[in-house]
């Protein structure tokens, strides 16, 4: 388990680097005034919110991407005028305010499906499979990408669509155009300034570890992860005389709740393994080996996807994820195409605020309520299950030949 400890400590420190300098209000703010249009158009500028917390989420926790957009999507929304719940006054940008915010925390949770690091749940499965099966190839980010990327668009796509159906209508763009325009977001990035010595040096190294991840065997991602970190304890910001891009005072980010969750979890299936209740489980389980498997994946997901809505996604998967590892020895199948569904099923918190942290931030918000996560929702989370259905005997079947 040191590996994969090692693997999430290098990749929070790059991401928490990134938050501190304000790199990701940068990137977000250029990215999104590219949507905005003019004259604008709120379906566009939906997609550029949308798609830049998703990016973001690729690299760094759900949690942090949904808060760092709320905060960018806030400076937006305050340029409109009073479109809270109380209000009623403009259906408009009432209707713009609930868009922006479900897409945003939805788009956190889609995008940190893409990569390993994106969210805890995607490191659990890395950890329960090193657990469980130390003799065979390690999941790499090259071999999860070709998997959870697609399937990541595909939701995102359909998160936009279900929102512009729901909530933009065709006089939206000229009910806002008097209150949101692209000079706005410049005057944002007008306000953090140009970029100094290290805001550059942190997008060298980050775009260095990104480019230099397909190039590392997967055995030793978890030590070029340190490598990239240890490398901001070396370079000076050249801010403060003496100091360091990143040191310990920056580190007390860190979200070490994740971390020990992933410890317990690994010791609940080390335990479950050595104690013999895989074996007690795996004999439990006979009836099922008739089963067929295109049945037993939709449910696995269903159920991940269920139970995650009223604890912790990383809660949730560990959790299910050795039970669904009995299973599958059950059925004789290779035990990612039912791990995979479990896990991917556990990241389907869309219809309640107390399915991740993400969803509290944004209802916090105050502009959505939960009847507005479940129209949305719903249709994502059957969606979700339908692809994950489809899509394991296929591009699964890739990931699992190239752990094989």
């Known amino acids: 388990m040191d590996d994969v400890i090692s693997l999430v400590l290098g990749s929070f420190i790059l991401a928490l680097a990134i938050e501190h300098y304000n790199i990701h209000k940068r990137v977000a703010l250029n990215i999104t005034s590219l949507f905005c249009g003019d004259p604008l158009n709120p379906p566009l500028l939906l997609l550029g919110i949308c798609g830049t917390t998703a990016f973001v989420s690729m690299w760094m926790q759900n949690t942090a991407a949904a808060v760092m957009m709320i905060q960018v999507s806030n400076g937006i ?34 995008g940190g499906m893409s990569t390993l690091t994106g969210t805890g749940v995607n490191l659990i499965l890395v950890g329960m499979w090193q657990s469980y099966f130390p003799q065979e190839e390690p ?27 729901l909530y933009c209508s065709r006089s939206m763009g000229s009910s806002l155009s008097a209150y949101l325009n692209r000079s706005h977001l410049k005057r944002e990035l007008e306000l953090l300034g140009p970029m100094d010595f290290a805001e550059k040096m942190i997008l060298i190294i980050f775009g260095t570890w990104k480019a230099g991840i397909r190039a590392v065997p997967s055995m030793k991602l978890n030590w070029y992860h340190v490598m990239m970190a240890t490398v901001l304890f070396i370079i000076p910001n050249k801010r403060n005389k003496g100091e360091k891009l990143m040191d310990w005072n920056k580190c007390k980010k860190l979200p070490w709740n994740i971390i020990l ?74 035990p990612l195409l039912l791990m995979v569904p479990g896990a991917i099923g556990a990241e389907f918190a869309f219809l309640l605020p107390t399915g991740t942290p993400s969803n509290v931030v944004g209802f916090a918000t105050g502009h959505i309520e939960i009847k507005d996560m479940i129209k949305v929702g719903l249709p994502l989370k059957v969606a979700g299950v339908a692809l994950i259905t489809v899509l394991m005997p296929t591009l699964g079947e890739k990931l699992e030949n190239s752990k094989s």
């Open 77 to 110: 929304l305050q340029r409109l005028p009073d479109g809270s719940q109380e209000s009623g006054s403009n259906t408009d940008v009432q209707c713009f305010c609930k868009a922006v915010i479900l897409g945003v925390i939805y788009s956190a949770a889609i």
């Open 139 to 165: 999941i790499g980010f090259s071999s999860w990408f070709m998997f959870g990327f697609p399937l990541a668009v595909m939701l995102f796509f359909l998160l936009w669509i279900v929102l512009c159906l």
């Open 261 to 334: 969750l992933l410890g317990a979890g690994f010791a609940i299936a080390d335990g479950v393994h050595t104690s013999g209740l895989a074996n007690e489980l795996s004999d439990s389980l006979s009836f099922v080996k008739t089963a067929p498997y295109i049945a037993i994946t939709p449910l696995a997901c269903l159920i991940s996807a269920t139970i995650t809505e009223f604890t912790s996604n990383n809660s949730t998967s560990t959790l299910v994820l050795p039970l669904l590892i009995e299973l599958a020895r059950a059925m004789s199948v290779h």
